[in-house]
T-cell receptor, first 113, second 109 residues
Framework: DAGVIQSPRHEVTEMGQEVTLRCKPISGHNSLFWYRQTMMRGLELLIYFNNNVPIDDSGMPEDRFSAKMPNASFSTLKIQPSEPRDSAVYFC???????????FGQGTRLTVV | RKEVEQDPGPFNVPEGATVAFNCTYSNSASQSFFWYRQDCRKEPKLLMSVYSSGNEDGRFTAQLNRASQYISLLIRDSKLSDSATYLCVEEGGADGLTFGKGTHLIIQP
């Protein structure tokens, strides 16, 4: 398996633009997590899905952020409109059933100017 | 929301020395704990799980103290390649995986 695949790897956009981050989890994994990492705040859980259903989205900072998981092999995180304070590395992770290891993608480095 | 607290460091340790750091958690009902390692500009990767009885993997030992709500990581005979950020992780059912901000370790030759 190729692991968790995220795209794009880097994104530079202007304030006010819509940004869409994509994630393909490992095949067979039933949980998917979106995290945001900054120097100041560390790794913050934004939202996670179990069997494609959002379980906890209390970490989503504002209504500008939305996430979907239309099927078991794809998820998106959208920011509309983007702001400079959204600049961070966004990680997607997936894991199988039980207390198993969570595997992370390589992340998307987002810069909003 | 659950809190996982770690000393951010950096811990500067000479090669070959033993280093230990702790992590405290707030949710007494949490069942599972992990240590992840993150290299600079890379994604986090699982280092080891933490069990109530403690566990050891080569030079690494992890222990859980439920009474005081902390977990620890001990690294013996440290290597230059151990330099990284070590993230403490708590799992509490529906809250998913909560990460600490990490402890930065630098092994010096």
């Amino acid at each position: 398996d190729a692991g968790v695949i995220q795209s794009p790897r880097h994104e530079v956009t202007e304030m006010g633009q819509e940004v869409t981050l994509r994630c393909k989890p490992i095949s067979g994994h039933n949980s998917l997590f979106w995290y945001r990492q900054t120097m100041m705040r560390g790794l913050e859980l934004l939202i996670y899905f179990n069997n494609n259903v959002p379980i906890d989205d209390s970490g989503m900072p504002e209504d500008r952020f939305s996430a979907k998981m239309p099927n078991a092999s794809f998820s998106t995180l959208k920011i509309q409109p983007s702001e400079p304070r959204d600049s961070a590395v966004y990680f997607c992770a997936s894991r199988g059933m039980g207390n198993t290891e969570a595997f992370f993608g390589q992340g998307t480095r987002l810069t909003v100017v | 929301r659950k809190e996982v607290e770690q000393d951010p460091g950096p811990f500067n340790v000479p090669e070959g020395a033993t280093v230990a750091f702790n992590c405290t958690y707030s949710n007494s009902a949490s069942q599972s704990f992990f240590w992840y390692r993150q290299d600079c500009r890379k994604e986090p990767k699982l280092l080891m799980s933490v069990y109530s009885s403690g566990n050891e993997d080569g030079r690494f030992t992890a222990q859980l103290n439920r009474a005081s709500q902390y977990i620890s990581l001990l690294i013996r005979d440290s290597k230059l390649s151990d330099s990284a950020t070590y993230l403490c992780v708590e799992e509490g059912g529906a809250d998913g995986l909560t990460f600490g901000k990490g402890t930065h370790l630098i092994i010096q030759p």
